[in-house]
C-alpha cells in the first residue's frame, strides 16, 4: 500500500510569521487608535459618543421631549452602529451625563448615573436619558448636508463620520484614551474663553499660542478646585501640546470660637473619588502620617463639605495642608497630552492654536455645504414657484388642459409658456403678455406635477400673492448666498455670529457657565521640626526582649512593675518626648527611626516594632535610643570593627531604614552607643581590654569601618566612650561600683589586643 501525495490545502497562503504577525497587529492598532481611543479634533468624540448622540437624535430625544430608558438606547446604539458590549456602551452614555465628569454634559439623566463619591450608575433598565441643548448644537447641520455619511458596520443604515459641532467641544470637554503606542489626555475647558480665542483667530489667523494662553488661562474643571501650576509652565504646555496642571482643592478655614477652628474642603480634584479621598486621610490619621491632623468627617449633601480637625488650636493651617497635598489627593497633576486625530486620519500632539484651528476649518467648511445645500432647496423651490405662477398668469388654459387633455402633464410641459411673469413687478402686471416666439418655453416636470398636486382654494388671488413674495425673498437669499460662498471675508463673520450665539446659550452669563476652577501661586510649605507640629509631652518609651513596643505617658522611674507577654521581658526603658524621634539599631546594621508620638499607648502590652519597620525575623535589636540632632554615635560590629558617624546620617525615612555598618557573611552588628568624651575602650569576648583615642577612629556615614582591637579567638564584647582623664566605672558582681582612673597598663594603639581586663570587671565583659 503506497502513501497517497499531499495535496496542498485550497485557499492558503504561505508568509514569514514575522510578516503575518507585523501586518495584523499594524492593523488592530490603526482601529484602536482611529475608531477607539482618540478623539476627533473637529467634534471632539470618539466614534462610541458620535454614536450615542446620533441613535438618540434618531429616536427624537431632544432636550425638551420625553426621556427613554438607557436600555433601549443602548441597544439601539448596538444594534445599528456600534457592535461592542452593550454594557461599555452604557458606561460612556452614563459618562455624558455626569456633571462631575463633563464640564458641558451630552446626555440629561434620570436616575442614578453615579455620583462624585466614586459610585457606578444604576443598571440601564433603571435610567432614562435625552439629549441636553449642548448636545443639539453638536448635532445642528446633520439634514444641511454639513458633513458626510458612511454606511453603518453592515451597510443597512448610515452614520455621520464626524458631527457639525457648533462651539469646541474637544477642549470644552476634554477627552482621554490610552491606543496603540500612544494616549490622550485633555482636560476640559471653559467655552466662553474657547470662543474668545476662536474670535481672536478669526480677527487675526497670525495669532500665537502664547496669545491665545492669555484668553485661555488653564483648564475649566466641573468640580472646580484651584490650579497652582506657574503660567510659565501652562503656557509651555499649550504650545507644546504636552504639561501637567497642579490641581488643588478648595478649602476655608472656620472659626469655631474661642481660639479653635477647622478646615472645610469644598472643591476637590477632578475625577478624585471623594469616598476614597476620605478613607486615605483616614489611614494618614490612623498612621500618624500626619501627626497634627485629628479627625477628618464628611458632611457633604448636594455640596462637598469634608471637615479636617486639627489636633491642636495652635497649629497653623496652611502647614496642616500642605502635609496633606503632599499626602494625599487634595493635590494630584493632571496631565495634559493633545493627541488627536486630525481630519479623522491622522493622529498628532497638538497645540492650542493647532487644536482649535482644526476646529474652524470644520466650521468653515460646515458652512460652505450647509450654504450649497440651501441653494440647491432655494433653486428647486423657485423652480416650482416659477410653475405656480405660470399656473397664476395662464389659469383659464391650464384648467383647459387639466380638464380635457387625456394625458394634462405632457401636455402642460409641452405648452409654449412665455416668460413675462418674471418681470411683473405689481398687480397691474400680472397679465401675461403673448409669447414670443423667441421666449416661447415650457414647464419642467417637477413645475408640472406641482402644478396638478395644487388644491382649488390655492388659485385665490392672495395666494398668488404670497408665492410672489416668497419668490422674491428666495432670489434675494439666494444672492446672499452666492456672495457668501464667493467671500471668505463674509463667511469668517457667519462663523464668528454663530460662535457669539453659542457664547450667549452656553457661555460666562449663561448658569453653569462661569469659570469654576480659580488660579492662585503654590505656597511653599516649609520643613519645620516635630515640636512646632504637636504639642511635646513627656512620654517613656518601653520595649521588651521580643520587640513589643509602647509609650507610658509621663517618665517611669522603675520598670520593674510592668507586665510583659507571657515568656517576655524588659530590655529597654528610655525617657523621652512625644516630638522625639527614636532611633533603633538592628543586627543587621542598618538604623531604623520611630517618631515618639505614634507609638501604641501603655494601658495594652505594645505593638511588634516589626509592624513599625521592615526589620527582618533573624535581627536582633541592638540599641535604642532617643535622636540628638548634633549628637555622635559609636558602631560597630561582632568582628571589631566600626566607625563614628553623626547623628544626622542614620535617621531613615521610610520603613525600609538606612543602612550604615556593612557586615560580611557571620557578622552581625553589636555595637551602639553615644559617643562621649575622648578615648575609647574596647573589650573582646576574651576579657582582654584595649583603651585607645576616639580621634583613631574616622567619622563616615556609611561602611565597614576599621579595627577596634586584634583577636587570636572570639571576637568583640562591647565597646564604649568616655574621658581619660575621669576614668572607668563599673559594678562588680557583689554589686559595688568601681572605678578606675589609671589605665595606663591598657592603653595602647588602636587594633592592638591589648590586655585582660582589671580585677572586678563584670563576667558579662559588658560596660554599664
Known amino acids: 500500500m503506497t502513501d497517497e501525495p499531499h495535496l496542498p490545502v485550497p485557499d492558503t497562503q504561505d508568509e514569514p510569521l514575522r510578516r503575518a504577525l507585523g501586518s495584523r497587529y499594524l492593523q488592530y492598532a490603526l482601529s484602536t487608535i482611529m475608531h477607539r481611543a482618540l478623539p476627533d479634533a473637529r467634534d471632539g468624540l470618539k466614534p462610541v459618543h458620535r454614536r450615542i448622540l446620533y441613535a438618540m437624535r434618531e429616536l427624537r430625544l431632544t432636550s425638551g421631549g420625553p426621556f427613554r430608558k438607557c436600555a433601549k438606547i443602548s441597544g439601539d446604539v448596538m444594534g445599528n452602529y456600534h457592535p461592542h458590549g452593550d454594557q461599555a456602551i452604557y458606561d460612556a452614555l452614563a459618562r455624558l451625563a455626569q456633571p462631575f465628569a463633563m464640564r458641558y454634559p451630552l446626555v440629561d439623566g434620570q436616575g442614578n448615573f453615579g455620583n462624585v463619591d466614586g459610585d457606578n450608575p444604576a443598571a440601564a433598565r433603571y435610567t432614562e436619558a435625552r439629549l441636553t441643548a449642548a448636545a443639539e448644537a453638536l448635532l445642528e447641520g446633520l439634514d444641511q448636508d454639513a458633513v458626510d455619511f458612511r454606511p453603518n458596520y453592515d451597510g443597512t443604515l448610515e452614520e455621520p463620520v464626524v458631527l457639525p459641532a457648533a462651539f469646541p467641544n474637544l477642549l470644552a470637554n476634554g477627552a482621554s484614551g490610552i491606543a496603540v503606542g500612544m494616549a490622550t489626555s485633555i482636560p476640559p475647558h471653559n467655552l466662553a474663553e474657547l470662543i474668545a480665542a476662536c474670535q481672536r483667530l478669526i480677527a487675526a489667523p497670525d495669532t500665537t499660542d502664547g496669545e491665545l494662553v492669555k484668553l485661555v488661562p488653564g483648564p475649566d474643571f466641573p ?43 469644598t472643591e476637590i480634584p477632578f475625577q478624585v473619588a471623594k469616598s476614597r479621598l476620605i478613607e486615605r486621610i483616614a489611614e494618614l490619621i490612623q498612621s500618624r502620617k500626619v501627626p497634627i491632623l485629628a479627625d477628618v468627617r464628611d458632611e457633604s449633601a448636594e455640596d462637598i463639605r469634608i471637615i479636617l480637625e486639627p489636633r491642636s488650636r495652635n497649629v497653623d493651617p496652611q502647614l496642616l495642608m500642605g502635609l496633606l497635598f503632599r499626602n494625599c489627593d487634595l493635590e494630584l497633576r493632571v496631565p495634559l497630552n493633545m493627541n488627536v486625530l486630525i481630519d479623522g486620519r491622522t493622529p498628532r500632539v497638538c497645540s492650542l492654536r493647532e487644536v482649535l484651528r482644526a476646529f474652524l476649518d470644520h466650521r468653515r467648511e460646515g458652512l460652505r455645504r450647509r450654504s450649497r445645500h440651501r441653494l440647491g432647496k432655494i433653486d428647486a423651490r423657485v423652480e416650482v414657484l416659477e410653475g405656480f405662477l405660470v399656473a397664476f398668469l395662464n389659469l383659464d388654459r391650464v384648467i383647459d388642459i387639466i380638464r380635457y387633455d387625456e394625458a394634462p402633464k405632457e401636455a402642460l410641459m409641452r405648452e409654449a409658456w412665455g416668460p413675462g411673469y418674471l418681470r411683473a413687478t405689481s398687480e397691474k402686471d400680472y397679465v401675461s403678455p403673448p409669447p414670443a416666439a423667441e421666449d416661447a418655453e415650457g414647464l419642467t416636470e417637477s413645475q408640472a406635477e406641482a402644478i396638478l398636486n395644487m388644491r382649488l382654494r390655492a388659485l385665490r388671488r392672495l395666494e398668488e400673492m404670497a408665492l410672489r413674495r416668497e419668490y422674491d425673498e428666495l432670489l434675494r437669499e439666494r444672492t446672499e448666498i452666492e456672495d457668501l460662498l464667493a467671500s471668505d471675508r463674509l463667511q469668517w463673520k457667519r462663523i464668528a455670529a454663530e460662535l457669539a450665539e453659542m457664547d450667549a446659550r452656553f457661555g460666562a452669563t449663561a448658569p453653569g457657565g462661569a469659570r469654576r476652577t480659580r488660579f492662585a501661586e503654590a505656597q511653599t510649605v516649609e520643613e519645620v521640626p516635630l515640636e512646632a507640629m504637636i504639642e511635646r509631652e513627656p512620654v517613656t518609651v518601653v520595649c521588651s526582649t521580643m520587640g513589643w513596643v509602647r509609650a507610658l505617658k509621663g517618665h517611669v522611674a522603675d520598670g520593674g512593675a510592668l507586665k510583659y507577654r507571657d515568656g517576655d521581658s524588659g530590655r529597654f526603658l528610655i525617657h523621652a518626648g512625644t516630638t522625639d524621634r527614636i532611633l533603633l539599631f538592628g543586627s543587621n546594621g ?179
Open 223 to 265: 468640580t472646580g478646585g484651584v490650579i497652582v501650576e506657574p503660567a510659565e509652565s501652562i503656557a509651555e504646555a499649550y504650545r507644546t501640546g504636552r504639561g501637567a496642571f497642579r490641581l488643588r482643592a478648595r478649602y476655608e478655614v472656620e472659626d469655631l470660637g474661642r481660639g479653635t477652628w477647622q478646615i472645610v474642603v
Open 590 to 768: 542598618r538604623f531604623y527611626t520611630l517618631l515618639a508620638a505614634n507609638l501604641p499607648g501603655g494601658r495594652g502590652l505594645g505593638e511588634p516594632v516589626r509592624l513599625m519597620v521592615d526589620l527582618p525575623n533573624e535581627a536582633q535589636i541592638v540599641a535604642l535610643m532617643v535622636h540628638r540632632p548634633h549628637g555622635r554615635l559609636l558602631v560597630a560590629s561582632s568582628a571589631g570593627d566600626g566607625f563614628v558617624v553623626a547623628e544626622s546620617e542614620v535617621v531613615a525615612q521610610t520603613r525600609a531604614g538606612k543602612q550604615v555598618l556593612n557586615l560580611g557573611a557571620g557578622v552581625t552588628a553589636k555595637i551602639c552607643r553615644p559617643v562621649t568624651g575622648d578615648h575609647v575602650a574596647a573589650v573582646g569576648e576574651n576579657r582582654k581590654m584595649l583603651v585607645f583615642p576616639l580621634s583613631e577612629l574616622p567619622e563616615m556615614t556609611r561602611g565597614k569601618g576599621v579595627r577596634l582591637q586584634r583577636y587570636k579567638d572570639g571576637g568583640l564584647a562591647d565597646a564604649i566612650t568616655f574621658a581619660l582623664a575621669e576614668g572607668l566605672r563599673w559594678q562588680d558582681p557583689a554589686g559595688r561600683t568601681r572605678a578606675e582612673t589609671d589605665l595606663t597598663e591598657w592603653q595602647g594603639a588602636r587594633a592592638s589586643a591589648g590586655r585582660m581586663a582589671p580585677r572586678g570587671f563584670p563576667r558579662d565583659n559588658r560596660f554599664p
